[in-house]
């Protein structure tokens, strides 16, 4: 079955700390994969995603994500976190064999302390 | 533009009534997704509509649950009767082919039914 996995339901790190949220996908074919943002009270927020072309693709708010062929990987980084990022993170690969459609991951909290 | 709109932002409600979500897509987007976040099943699709015809209503729990889409800017998501257990943030989601899948959120409906 097509899949995304989130393995870590929360990651805690502190202000100015370097972020990681991990995300390991299972799809037929070359993946098309995203990443949202969830605020408390809001809907999902596209961040970026990765079609083709360079491993490492740059988003908004200073977030940027590696894709890893080998890996199965595409992991949501973020050099110096801010307690504003503090939020619910998605990661969701396009159905390949419904490219209508979105499979999202379980979601993994992200909090920022001061 | 005003991005994806919904009514209600909250609605509670008493079981057996019935209730009527709406959404308002992006203008000129041609899909529509509408889908159910719960703590306890994550984010998942009921059904999404292309060119206001339904495609796909897999996620659709029970007949209790329908959807339509009469036009281009405008989408209902009805639960009648409704149950304690459809309690839910309810979002919709607009896109075009063009955008590779990339899906614009609303902020959601929360729904409680007591």
């Known amino acids: 079955a097509q899949s995304v996995a989130q393995p870590e339901d929360q990651v805690n790190v502190a202000e100015g700390n370097p972020l990681t949220v991990k995300c390991t996908y299972s799809?037929?074919?070359?993946?098309?994969l995203f990443w949202y943002v969830q605020y408390p009270n809001r809907g999902l927020q596209f961040l970026l995603k990765?079609?083709?072309?360079?491993?490492l693709v740059k988003g908004s708010y200073g977030f940027e994500a590696e894709f890893n062929k080998s890996q199965t990987s595409f992991h949501l980084k973020k050099p110096s976190a801010l307690v504003s990022d503090s939020a619910l993170y998605f990661c969701?690969?396009?159905?390949?064999?419904?490219?209508?459609?979105?499979?999202f991951g379980t979601g993994t909290r992200l909090q920022v302390f001061p | 533009d005003a991005g994806v709109i919904q009514s209600p932002r909250h609605e509670v409600t008493e079981m057996g009534q019935e209730v009527t979500l709406r959404c308002k897509p992006i203008s000129g987007h041609d899909y529509l997704f509408w889908y159910r976040q719960t703590m306890m099943r994550g984010l998942e699709l009921l059904i999404y509509f292309n060119n206001n015809v339904p495609i796909d209503d897999s996620g659709m729990p029970e007949d209790r649950f329908s959807a339509k889409m009469p036009n281009a800017s405008f989408s209902t998501l009805k639960i009648q009767p409704s149950e304690p257990r459809d309690s839910a943030v309810y979002f919709c989601?607009?896109?075009?082919?063009?955008?590779?899948?990339?899906?614009?959120f609303g902020p959601g409906t929360r729904l409680t039914v007591l």
């Open positions: 799809v037929s074919g070359n993946p098309y």
């Open positions: 969701a690969v396009r159905d390949p064999y419904n490219t209508d459609k979105l499979i």
């Open positions: 990765y079609i083709t072309g360079d491993n």
């Open positions: 989601a607009s896109t075009d082919r063009g955008l590779i899948a990339e899906q614009f």
